[in-house]
């Protein structure tokens, strides 16, 4: 019964930040996900389409019991990783935008398939933007499903 | 033109850990994700569903290249956070899966809407299971396009 159990969905991905106001800029105002919540200097909680991305201050979830939500401590120190899938035809309006925007773009990458752009967020965490065809998951597939 | 680019889709979901082999164990065998690649000493790249869940080993990503890839460094140290979306129903399923499978739950919550379970993996990462609506995503909706 149990042996056919498993998980095939992310709901939350976790990135840890060093000054939350910046961050709630540049992810709402840059990247355009939206506030679903923040509190004090713990967290801000962002929807992306129907998941959530959560930015933490570490220095205060590494306690338990610091927020309003009694969930076990976590935090990370350093530089974070995470990556958002849109169109490949998209790409290029990206790097302008995040460009226009002043955000530099440290890298960009052409795989087999598809390519990415990689800049950083204001804590310096790697953000990527790519088409989901760089792990051969087909693009119309996959957002035809959305 | 770019004011409307926004993004809405994670694609990747990046955890850190200490010891790679044991990680990718407890991620495909207890979570049943999926072995995408691995390289040495490096990372683990899990496929879940259409998503990706990439575990490196931090002392080896924060030196830029570093592997067969030549994306930009990044790592962490400490507890990350990830969580996976479930049915409701599931969950009474899942505690007695990880339990039975020796892992214990942490923490279990029960929010407005929804409930989650919360245990560790191998490298102490908080790693939660729970439903779409603690975030107030219609649970049916969710898994509905998927």
């Not at 679903?36 to 998941?51: I, K, M, N, P, T």
């Not at 939500?69 to 790409?91: N, S, T, Y």
């Not at 990458?109 to 804590?123: A, H, N, T």
Request: hydrophobic share 40%; charged share 25%.
């Amino acid at each position: 019964m149990t042996a056919t159990l498993k998980v095939s969905e992310i709901l939350e991905a976790a990135l840890y930040v060093t000054d939350l106001a910046a961050a709630e800029e540049f992810y709402t105002k840059i990247l355009g996900l939206s506030l679903y919540s923040r509190f004090a200097e713990r967290h801000v909680f962002l929807r992306c389409g129907d998941q959530m991305v959560l930015l933490f201050n570490a220095e205060a979830t590494v306690h338990s019991g610091d927020g309003p939500l009694d969930a076990p401590e976590h935090g990370m120190k350093g530089a974070g990783h995470i990556a958002f899938a849109v169109r490949d035809h998209e790409i290029d309006q990206w790097k302008e935008h995040l460009t226009t925007q002043g955000v530099s773009i440290e890298k960009e990458i052409c795989w087999e398939k598809g390519r990415s752009l990689y800049f950083r967020d204001p804590s310096g965490n790697s953000v990527e933007i790519t088409s989901p065809a760089i792990w051969r998951i087909e693009e119309n597939m996959f957002f035809s499903r959305r």
